[in-house]
């Protein structure tokens, strides 16, 4: 059973309301080509006394040098006619959508009507079943229970099962993006009621907005069908955690639409969340699918035939030749979206992009890559070339924590000459930034007065945020590169791990790791990192307790399809 709700930007829950406003605008429109119609009357009008007149003065005062004179035309206000045919056209189309909104309403009338006569046999036939023989024997034949009486109504105590999937897909040549939301209803016993699948309109691309929307669209058309009591599976972990209270929503776009999702809840005798593995709502997931797909094969209907395509030698799959990047230098030619996923996991492994193409060692430009990349990986990708840039003998931070800007010691010895003196010999450095002033050698704020030996005398134990570090990294076994001093944690994958600086090392021990072989005899994995159930890990990676924000859900997301090690 497959229906769509009424969507229209106005309300009419009555159809008295909607006859009257089809009535209007029926009229409004006869009395706009009524006007039309007079108005070029009066220009008809107009134009036989526009002649005469010429014609009688032409009478009186003839002209022998010139022949016959042509009568000039008026032209009509071709304002005034374009105003009239664009608002013709805009009331047709009030017209067409009222009606088509009372049709709908009809529909989805007759699916209510009919939902509630299957749920009316399905209980007398489990009324009947439950009946002893004896009663049966006895009363079976002129036992009956008309549909609008007895158990068709009255408080029913059934349990529907609402499923829902919101889907942001690719982005369309025009920088649309596609979406799509499904709805599955179901009674108790998981037979589907009512279906509905619809794109994701609006300019919200994230992955909460879309689960919301569709949630919405679930408990919505829930109570459309005056069903009481509901339980709404869902497969995205955080979603759980927003509908039960557990995480704050921060954002005020997604926090409005909770809120909504909140009251939709409080209409119904019961309606509680459940958290499924994702093949349990595979049926909702298909229905957002192919609200998706229709949407792309409108777009390409849309389109010139004669559009040019190209395939993509990764994924394999024709794309549009506005959507080929072609890389400078080299001129390997890849799609958008293959792009956009290799240069993410290059960046999230602390790795310069370069061409994928096998061997070329071409490096990617932040210019060029802007065409596919948001405006996060291009900041990250910023920073990476900069951090490449620097040797990492070279590199030095910002000791301030509200700073901790990257420079090299080189420009920052250049810039503090000139307000600093003496600090090529005092060590004293000034932050390119913040223009903070701190220690090269001991990587502390200035310590005034002291010398390096003294303050570290003075200051025998590391400062109270090193030693949190230490014992964060302690606990949590975390590494830290011997080159470069970053914090490395191993998510997933074998114990041969690679910094973001290019060193790889043993994770076990720490040994060196030369020409891509071990230096050290440990074992090169362990099972429980190689394989893995996504569902628990998604209920490991979360604790009921954390406050959940959005950099944490783009952690997430990312787990869901990069295997690899997590550099900080």
Not at 437 to 445: G, H, W
Request: with cysteine; charged share 30%; hydrophobic share 35%.
């Amino acid at each position: 059973m497959s229906a769509s709700r009424p969507s229209l930007d106005f309300e009419s829950d009555s159809g008295a309301d909607a006859d009257d406003l089809l009535a209007i605008a029926i009229e409004q429109r006869r009395e706009l080509m009524a006007t039309i119609a007079l108005d070029s009357d009066l220009d008809l009008a107009f134009d036989l006394q526009l002649q005469e007149a010429l014609a009688a003065s032409l009478t009186l005062n003839p002209q022998p040098s010139t022949s016959s004179a042509v009568t000039p035309q008026p032209r009509p206000d071709e304002g005034f006619a374009n105003f009239t045919d664009v608002l013709s056209d805009e009331l047709l189309k009030l017209e067409q959508e009222l009606k088509d909104q009372a049709v709908s309403e009809m529909e989805f009338k007759k699916l209510k009507n009919d939902l509630q006569r299957r749920i009316h046999d399905q209980r007398l036939a489990m009324e009947i079943s439950e009946m002893p023989e004896e009663e049966w024997e006895d009363c079976g034949d002129d036992f009956e229970r008309p549909f609008g009486e007895g158990t068709s109504k009255g408080d029913n105590d059934e349990v529907f099962r609402v499923y829902f999937k919101g889907l942001v897909d690719k982005q369309l040549p025009s920088g649309k993006f596609l979406g799509g939301i499904g709805v599955a209803i179901c009674d108790s016993r998981d037979e589907l009621l009512f279906e509905l699948r619809k794109p994701l309109l609006g300019n919200d691309t994230s992955r909460r907005c879309a689960e919301i929307r569709a949630l919405i669209e679930g408990l919505s058309a829930a109570r459309d069908l005056e069903l009481k009591r509901v339980v709404f599976f869902c497969d995205y972990y955080p979603m759980f955690k927003f509908v039960t209270g557990q995480w704050p929503l921060k954002q005020r776009k997604p926090a409005e639409l909770m809120n909504k999702v909140f009251a939709l809840k409080r209409k119904f005798t019961y309606c509680e969340p459940s958290l499924v593995p994702r093949n349990d709502i595979k049926f909702a997931f298909k229905l957002a699918r192919e609200a998706i797909v229709l949407q792309e094969c409108r777009a390409a209907e849309s389109s010139s035939s004669r559009t040019s395509t190209e395939t993509c030698v990764i994924c394999l799959e024709d794309a549009n030749i506005e959507q080929i990047f072609s890389i400078d230098l080299c001129m390997h030619r890849y799609c958008f979206s293959c792009m956009k996923q290799h240069v993410e996991v290059k960046l999230l492994h602390g790795i310069l992009p370069t061409c994928p193409h096998e061997g070329c060692t071409t490096e990617l430009k932040i210019d060029s890559c802007s065409k596919f990349l948001t405006p996060r990986l291009v900041e990250i990708m910023s920073m990476r070339i900069k951090e490449a840039s620097i040797p990492v003998t070279e590199k030095v931070y910002c000791p301030y924590p509200k700073c901790s800007a990257l420079m090299s010691k080189r420009e920052v010895l250049e810039y503090s000459k000139s307000s600093l003196m003496g600090a090529e010999i005092s060590g004293a450095r000034k932050c390119l930034k913040c223009n903070g002033r701190f220690c090269i050698a001991c990587k502390v704020p200035w310590h005034q007065n002291l010398t390096c030996f003294d303050y570290k005398r003075r200051n025998p134990h590391p400062h109270i945020e090193e030693a949190k570090l230490k014992n964060l990294a302690a606990t949590n076994l975390w590494r830290q590169c011997v080159k470069c001093n970053h914090m490395i944690e191993l998510a997933t994958g074998c114990y041969h791990m690679t910094c973001r600086c290019g060193y790889e090392f043993c994770y076990t021990c720490g040994a060196e790791w030369k020409n891509k072989k071990a230096t050290c005899s440990c074992p090169l994995w362990n099972e429980h990192n190689i394989i893995e159930d996504e569902f628990d890990d998604d209920e490991d990676e979360f604790d009921d307790g954390d406050e959940f924000d959005e950099q944490e859900e783009e952690e997430y997301e990312d787990e869901e399809y990069f295997d690899g090690d997590l550099l900080f």
